[in-house]
């Protein structure tokens, strides 16, 4: 049961932005808002407040219910309604930021299930590359950063959720006719002569570190974070190129062949959220359906 004297705190807490201010507002202590404010969301089932440093942002139920709290009475059923809608999934919206290629490939089908499963559940969605799509989830801007990594870097989501979705193996794109097209397989150091078409910064700093682990700085003479724009570059033979898996997927090559490349460069597809946002019903469907999409035979 939700009681008016526990939405009382939660608006305190939303409007000063801290339980140590709320807590002068109502001129009691802060452990005792922090109590208060835990009991209201045992009693809702869900998160009500994200918390990033000393700062507090509501979540979705916590907005709901603060909309509601200025009729407590009045407005006390329909806010538990509203609220046990969320966390039973008969309610409630996502916020999804994707990479491209991650958008064509692997959310649609996460998508699709999800709506099947939980029509009442809202998904918007948004393109941008990590690190971007990292600082938007940090900000707010977003509830899910569908991000990559190339190598690990034991620090840099340490503060986040990191749901692991698959492995992608980066493969090279030759045009037909090219030597490497037949072969099947090509060393990396074997195309140091070629002029090369690169993809998104990331990408292309990767592509620079690999080349040059293998001896050689690769011309660049084309950029664009567009993967079909890569393929007709490629596919006109105006050079070569190296592109996720995940990529490819989504574009049928025209004029292009993928080989193996070697060394093997891989990159690491995870889900991203915030650890409260980690318990809300309706991300924490979001990140199952995004890794069922993501397995591979």
């Keep these: 049961m939700i009681e008016a004297r526990h939405l009382r705190v939660l608006r305190a807490v939303a409007a000063t932005g801290s339980f140590s201010a709320a807590a002068r507002d109502l001129g009691c202590t802060q452990p005792a808002v922090s109590q208060q404010m835990k009991a209201l ?27 509601h709290a200025a009729g407590i009475l009045a407005g006390l059923t329909a806010a538990e309604e509203e609220v046990a809608a969320i966390a039973g999934l008969r309610a409630g919206r996502v916020r999804l930021v994707s990479f491209p290629s991650g958008s064509s490939t692997l959310v649609p089908a996460a998508l699709a299930a999800l709506r099947a499963a939980h029509p009442g559940t809202r998904v918007s969605l948004e393109e941008a590359e990590p690190p971007r799509s990292v600082e938007m989830l940090r900000e707010g801007d977003c509830d899910i950063a569908l991000a990559f990594r190339y190598g690990s870097n034991a620090t840099e989501w340490d503060d986040l959720v990191v749901r692991p979705l698959l492995v992608d193996r980066l493969v090279g794109l030759v ?32 592509l620079v570190e690999v080349c040059e682990e293998s001896g050689f700085t690769p011309r660049i003479d084309f950029a664009t974070d567009d993967h079909p724009a890569v393929i007709g570059l490629v596919g006109a033979g105006l050079g070569v190129a190296v592109m996720p898996e995940l990529a490819v997927e989504s574009v049928r090559p025209k004029g292009a062949r993928t080989v193996t490349v070697e060394p093997a460069v891989e990159r690491e597809i995870v889900a991203l959220t915030l650890p409260d946002l980690a318990q809300v019903p309706a991300v924490a469907a979001t990140l199952d359906q995004l890794a069922r999409a993501s397995a591979r035979d």
Excluded: Y
Aim: net charge neutral; proline share 7%; aromatic share 2%.
């Design 41 to 67: 969301e045992t009693s809702a089932g869900t998160p009500l407040l994200i918390r990033t440093g000393r700062e507090m942002r509501l979540t979705q139920a916590g907005e709901v219910l603060v909309r």
């Design 175 to 206: 045009p037909d006719g090219h030597p490497a097209a037949e072969a099947g397989t090509v060393a990396i150091k074997d195309l140091a002569d070629e002029s090369w078409i690169a993809g998104c910064p990331r990408c292309r700093r990767q």
